[in-house]
């Protein structure tokens, strides 16, 4: 069977949508096909990206079961921007593509796990896409980082997905109820489980909390290749163990892969992730919501919580109600954005300028030069 008439028959919507429902595949989704559909191409979603290329799985135009293929990710177009395809993507491949198969075209994203690049660069790194839930690990083998809790909060928020915290290895400590009061205080309105991956505790509770499409993300030594191995009901992941001592990860995860679960859905397990750098700032009001009203309270609504007269913000922080660690927490997650705001807009506006100069170049390039006598005054 050509791709061609697959295309008008299992991408349509009723073979290749069954196939890949377990992966996330919806009748939305089929209907932004249809027009790559018409031009032969076959819907897949990108269980894993690097050096150029990525596993993408589709349903087979032949046998219309699942299979998993090579494809080439140039660079293509995504909604109104370009964009590079990332894991948990959906695409349209291009089967006759020679050398090999291609991404075609990339399909619209719901949502998009984003930090800020590596250094000091203003761009944003896509840490998966069309995420329904965001799986945030805490080991409880050491005291958790509250402040690297609110961050991962604030990064799955913005994303446009729901996030989650899991607080694993509860098997490794007696107090794990303890700790999860505490990170609860920290996450309002968040779901917060305690769960180990070798006992299996808690592990039903959170499979049905689950969206989906999950995405576990977190430090090193979390336990993140452990609990997919347990979530996949088989060994997805290599495991090494943590250094003793302080319990360091040693990023067994290098890359972003997505698994298949058993019942259906689909789970994007993350390298390790040392450095937390927000880009945007929507998910920061979300992961400190209770600030967010204060400021609302506050006698002037432009009021900067410094000194000014019936600030609810003070208030809160001078009888307790809002805890001076959570409050400056907040303010250095601000500082954050508004530096990564203005580098953001500062290389857009290098960009325009560099715009207008090329611009102005090739202008100047096309105007002939006078060759004629000047006409007699």
Known sequence: ??????????????AAGSVLSPYGWTAE????????????LVPARLARVDRGQADAVLADPGTGELRTVRADTRPVSGGAAPANPCTGDWVALDLAAEPMTAVAALLPRRSAIIRKGAGKSSEGQVLAANVD?????????????????ERFLALAYESGAEPLVVLTKSDLVGDAEFVREDVERIAPGVPVLVVSAETGAGLDVLRACMGATSALIGQSGAGKSTLTNALAGHQVMTVQRTREGDEKGRHTTTTRELFALPGGGVLIDTPGLRGVGLYGGEGLQQAFAEIDELAGRCRFPDCSHLSEPGCAVRAALADGTLAQRRWESYLKLQRENEWIAARTD????????????????????????????RAPS
């Open 346 to 373: 500062a290389r857009l506006a290098a960009d325009r300028v560099r715009g207008w100069k090329q611009r102005s170049k090739e202008a100047r390039g096309n105007i002939r030069p006078w060759h004629g006598r």
């Open 133 to 149: 839930t965001v799986l945030i690990a805490v080991s409880l083998a050491l005291d958790p980082d509250l402040g690297r809790v």
């Open 29 to 40: 989704l089929s209907e932004q096909f249809e027009l790559f559909a018409e031009a032969g």
């Open 1 to 14: 069977m050509s791709s061609s008439s697959f295309s008008s028959s299992a991408a349509g919507g009723s």
